[in-house]
Nanobody, 120 residues
């Protein structure tokens, strides 16, 4: 069983930055998803096992960056220029197949989530 542990969430003002981390061991493609109150979980970003391929949802392109340090078994989500609409619980997920994917159904393991609140 793969254990994923997110950290780095918190309260930030609009325009600010946060960096989320997800500790995960194993050769997995990784993704970040988020779920805002009253909304369905949505895809944010994904990265291949090698880190050579990344994929973002349109609403975060140019503001968020996904990266990984396989030596540290950690995946990051750098979030800049945060907006109130980015407020959500953010989840990291692992996919056994090493390619990036944008659907929650394609991920095999999930973390417990870390809350991000962006105030206006």
């Amino acid at each position: 069983q793969v254990q994923l542990v997110e950290s780095g969430g918190g309260l930030v003002q609009a325009g600010g930055s946060l960096r989320l981390s997800c500790a995960a061991s194993g050769r997995y493609a990784m993704g970040w998803f988020r779920q805002a109150p009253g909304k369905e979980r949505e895809f944010v970003a994904a990265i291949s096992w090698s880190g050579s391929t990344t994929y973002y949802t349109d609403s975060v392109k140019g503001r968020f960056t996904i990266s990984r340090d396989n030596a540290k078994n950690t995946v990051y989500l750098q979030m800049n220029s945060l907006k109130p609409e980015d407020t959500a619980v953010y989840y990291c997920a692992a996919r056994i197949v090493g390619r990036v994917a944008g659907s929650a159904d394609e991920y095999n393991y999930w973390g417990q989530g870390t809350r991000v609140t962006v105030s206006s």
